[in-house]
């Protein structure tokens, strides 16, 4: 039996979470496949089209 709005994440309550956002923050590489393929086609794109 769920009680609506109220999720539980083993991970969050383990710490997990806070030690990666803390590494994103301080390597500037982020820890998800979402963040990293923002960041990754930014770099990309930023190289095919910089100005001289």
Known sequence: ?????LSFS???AIG???VKQKIA????I???RQG???K???SV???LFRKK
Request: charged share 35%; aromatic share 4%; glycine share 12%.
């Open 45 to 47: 794109l930023d190289y």
């Open 30 to 32: 982020p820890t998800t």
């Open 10 to 12: 083993l991970k969050r």
């Open 16 to 18: 997990i979470t806070a």
């Open 25 to 28: 923050r301080k390597t500037g």
């Open 1 to 5: 039996m769920k009680i609506p709005g």
């Open 40 to 42: 990754v086609g930014r």
């Open 36 to 38: 990293l393929e923002r």
